[in-house]
């Protein structure tokens, strides 16, 4: 008998979308919570698409990391979190966990490299589904790993990173260091 996927859910990439994609909700003290109703939607909808499945959450831990200190520049030009959303952060991660998901931050390690951690450890056969926008994902789609992007509705296999990227899905980190990745600002390689 197959077992359930295990559902991987890069939770900042919900933060960010619930965050500018809602109206500005706040609560009668005045604490802003449109992003905590968002990524809480959200989740809730994927439970109930997913529902006997595997769902771990995982969120940037707060703080640098080791990224940071290899290539101070990395994200450098991105702005800083907005205070609005910063401070629904704490409550969110609350809710996750009285929802009974796993929820998971590991300091000075990116979400991005703990959902990887997570997709190659699941057991052999295990489908795995990463929720996500970020196309550094693609890299680890494989016959077991597959990408969804709920906002657009987009699943995305081998098939697909070929087609989106024309690269093999092991390719992806090499293609990004000869083209660069303005959103992390990683320059690559002039004329490639």
Known sequence: MPQDPRILVDASSFLYRAFHSLPDLRAPDNLPTGAIFGVANML?????????????????????????????????????????????????????????????????????????????????????????????MAQLVNDQVTLLDTMKGVKTDVAGVWERYGVAPERIADLLALTGDKVDNIPGVPGA
């Open 44 to 136: 809730r909808r994927l439970a109930k698409e997913y529902p006997s499945d595997e769902i771990i959450v995982v969120f940037d831990a707060p703080g640098g990391t080791f990224r940071d200190r290899l290539y101070p520049e990395y994200k450098a030009q991105r702005p800083a979190m907005p205070e609005d959303l910063r401070a629904q952060i704490p409550l969110l991660h609350e809710w996750i966990r009285a929802t009974g998901l796993p929820l998971v931050l590991v300091p000075d390690v990116e979400a991005d490299d703990v959902i990887g951690t997570l997709a190659g450890s699941a057991q052999s056969g295990q489908q795995v589904i990463i929720v996500t926008g970020d196309k550094d």
